[in-house]
């Protein structure tokens, strides 16, 4: 059977989808048209289904580059035999989004001469692709007090149609601009930051609708995913992702309390489209609080599920939960994929999502059904956390190893001995899925991961799905506080987890998975967090990025490296490739990552065959959001507030006690050690020495040893 908008430009079927960032020769089958070129007016219309299933070659629609989500380019000038003559033809600094906060990992949209890219600041831009000159800039000018960012400020992208940019923005607003000028034709709120709602993800032009989903997991939301209407802004559908009374999936709440109204759930990505069969997919986050289960009893859907809803109503389809109770912040922020492929000896409609928990799930995008074989297993339990009698347990490795070693546990009792307030608790070895307590129990991944939000890419012409990932090691514990009265929103509901490293010093793993069969088929295992998207191209190539600012190609049959060029910022985001006048270019942004502490920058590249350019230098030492802060003998903890809210509690948590890979703070009261952990990093921290001022770090140690060390910030 001929593949869904295959090789033959006469397939019709489409199927399709879009990601959340901006942000990777069998039989397989891919969903999208494959077109020979065509000509697109000055300004994007009312773009059709057809358009958007339409394999990118002149154009790179949406994040993902078609509404299927697989972040594929068919050219192939750029090849497995020139692509080390690839270099720079020009770099442009977009001077936006810079701060130790900030993380670039939107992916450009490419349409008519013009890439336009968002910054971690919510700005927009619009660069002509000739000259690399701004056209123009949307200052967003959000709030800097914003205090409901769980992970970094950041946006994956925007998307385009009926000559507008649309953008979703960390204050909570969906934001239409015009698409010569950069005005706002419009700007509607989905939800609040002071209520814990904001936007990362970039946002999904269809069907006359802009659908957008939340953020704000770690805020107590209740997680939904809203379509508006593109050209007024006006509401069309909501879908919650906690389901209310006498809604499918409800009674995994626990009756008789409100902890549905604050579930958490949100979406981390832009999701995608099936046309055919009509319906759109996604997959969740976590539910709230994100380590303690013992208010939610229940499997507490539609948490860390992949979820399919009709395209037009935001109706209620089907969904296929991957972690039941999650007490681990096991989420899935990472986009799906759409593709058609040979399973089984039958041709199959399939969705793959790759979580936390290092496993791919790839199900029957019809059915919500797995495609490759998932067993409920029965898993250790704890009355207190209530958790779940069994989980779906694909029968096929993980991507990476989830075997906790002696290193593993001494790294974590280390930690938790630096960190205790009295008696160093208990360490224990654990496993995944393991409950936990009072004491540590030591699981791999952690929460950062598996793939965390990395897209991945998949190739039609190998059949197989790019996956980019990490092996974090952490100690689990639940603290058992409890939020008080009218907090939720305002202060992040984690419990409390060490970690041996920050996101970006974990053991990254990249590699090709063949999803009909479930194995492993080449992999690469690097000393640091594998952070980036990627994207794969008819030319047999996959490009990724590195935190050192490396973005790399690998052949995509055998993962040998066949180029690798310094972009000089972390190379966190995903690479857009696209045709003009007869030469495939490719765009890249590397502006670096708060959470992989990566160097930071605001440099768009554009690459061709025939660019000039050569290698940046290496951006150096990154600064990451979430870490101790310093000061002399005197610095004022008020101000040290601000700066240990823009430039550590992403790490540590908004009140210091912990978070994405960060320690509890309390405790910490020796000034001379917390000054020189904030000037010279060390154990996965970065230093901040040159990226804050002297008085900065005065400041945010005056903060971390006098309030957030004795009673938490």
């Known amino acids: 059977m001929e593949a869904l908008g295959g090789r033959l430009a006469s397939t019709l079927g489409i199927v399709a989808g879009v990601i959340l960032v901006l942000s990777a020769a069998a039989a397989v089958w891919l969903l999208a048209i494959r077109d020979t070129g065509s000509s697109w007016p000055a300004t994007v219309s009312a773009l059709s289904a057809d358009e958007l ?12 580059g078609t509404l299927a989500n697989q972040r594929f380019s068919p050219l192939d000038d750029i090849d497995t035999s020139n692509v080390k003559n690839l270099k720079g033809v020009w770099m442009t600094d977009l001077e ?7 993380s670039a990992e939107g992916q450009p949209i490419f349409y008519n001469d013009v890439l336009y890219v968002p910054t971690g600041e919510d700005d927009v831009f619009a660069v002509d692709v000739e000259t690399g000159k701004i056209r123009w800039k949307y200052d967003s000018g959000i709030s800097q007090k914003i205090n409901s960012v769980c992970c970094g400020w950041l ?10 940019v649309f953008i979703g923005q960390l204050d909570g607003n969906l934001v239409a601009l015009d698409q010569d000028t950069g005005a706002v034709a419009w700007k509607t709120q989905v939800g609040s930051w002071r209520k814990g709602y904001t936007i990362t993800a970039a946002p999904l032009y269809y069907d ?11 805020f107590s939301i209740r997680g939904r995913v809203q379509a508006y209407d593109a050209e007024t802004g006006k509401l069309v559908w909501r879908f919650y992702t906690i389901p209310g009374p006498g809604e499918t999936g409800h009674d995994s709440w626990p009756a008789g309390t409100d902890a549905w109204q604050h579930g958490g759930a949100p979406m981390w990505q832009t999701p995608a489209v099936d046309p055919k069969l009509g319906l759109l997919y996604f997959s969740t986050g976590n539910a709230s609080p994100d380590l303690d289960g013992s208010g939610r009893a229940g499997d ?9 809803v009709d395209a037009k109503t935001g109706k209620y389809r089907w969904h296929f939960q991957q972690v039941r109770h999650d007490i681990w912040d096991y989420d899935s922020p990472s986009p799906v994929v759409l593709f058609d492929t040979r399973i089984g000896g039958q041709e199959r409609k399939a969705i793959a999502e790759t979580s936390k928990t290092g496993w791919t799930y790839v199900l029957d995008r019809e059915t919500g059904k797995p495609l490759l074989p998932v067993e409920d297993e029965a898993v250790p339990q704890d009355p207190v956390q209530k958790t779940a009698a069994t989980q779906p347990i694909p029968q096929y490795a993980p991507f990476f190893s989830h075997d906790v070693s002696d290193a593993d546990v001494a790294g974590i009792e280390k930690l938790a001995k630096a960190n205790a307030k009295g008696a160093p608790p208990q360490v224990e070895k654990g496993r995944i899925y393991a409950p936990f307590r009072e004491e540590v129990r030591v699981i791999v991944p952690g929460p950062q991961g598996g793939t965390n939000w990395q897209p991945m890419s998949y190739s039609p012409d190998t059949g197989y799905l790019y996956v980019c990932g990490m092996r974090s090691v952490s100690g689990y514990t639940r ?5 008080p009265e009218g ?7 984690l419990g409390s987890v060490f970690t041996t490293a920050g996101f970006g010093t974990q053991t990254g793993f990249f590699g090709a998975w063949d999803p009909r069969t479930g194995k492993t088929v080449w992999q690469k295992r690097w000393p640091e967090s594998c952070y980036s998207g990627s994207v794969a191209t008819a030319g047999g190539l996959v490009f990724v990025g590195r935190n050192g600012g490396e973005l790399e190609a690998y052949d995509a049959k055998t993962g040998e490296r066949l180029w690798s060029f310094q972009t000089g910022a972390g190379a966190n985001s995903t690479v857009t490739s696209f045709e003009r006048d007869g030469t495939q270019y490719l765009a890249f942004v590397a502006g670096g990552n708060a959470l992989a502490a990566s160097a930071h920058g605001d440099n768009l590249w554009l690459f061709s065959l025939d660019g000039t350019m050569g290698p940046a230098k290496p951006g150096g030492a990154g600064a990451g959001v979430g870490h101790a802060g310093e000061a002399p003998t005197t610095g004022d903890a008020a101000a040290g507030m601000q700066v240990f809210t823009d430039n550590c509690s992403g790490c540590h948590g908004l009140s210091g006690t912990g978070a994405n890979g960060g320690p509890t703070l309390v405790g910490k009261t020796d000034r001379d050690a917390v000054l020189k952990q904030v000037r010279d990093g060390g154990g996965g921290m970065p230093a901040f020495k040159g990226s804050l001022s002297e008085k900065e770090i005065q400041d945010v140690a005056s903060y971390v040893t006098e309030r957030i060390a004795k009673n938490g910030g």
């Open 53 to 64: 299933t339409r394999e990118p070659t002149d154009v790179w629609l949406t994040n993902g």
């Open 479 to 483: 603290s058992g506080d409890q939020l």
């Open 96 to 102: 936006s989004g810079t701060a130790a906060k900030y």
């Open 300 to 308: 507490n859907l539609f948490a860390a599920s992949i979820v399919a």
């Open 155 to 164: 946006s994956r992208g925007v998307a385009i149609g009926e000559g507008k």
């Open 487 to 493: 907090k939720q929103g305002q202060v992040a509901d």
């Open 208 to 218: 006359g609708m802009v659908i957008t989903g939340v953020s704000g997991g770690e």
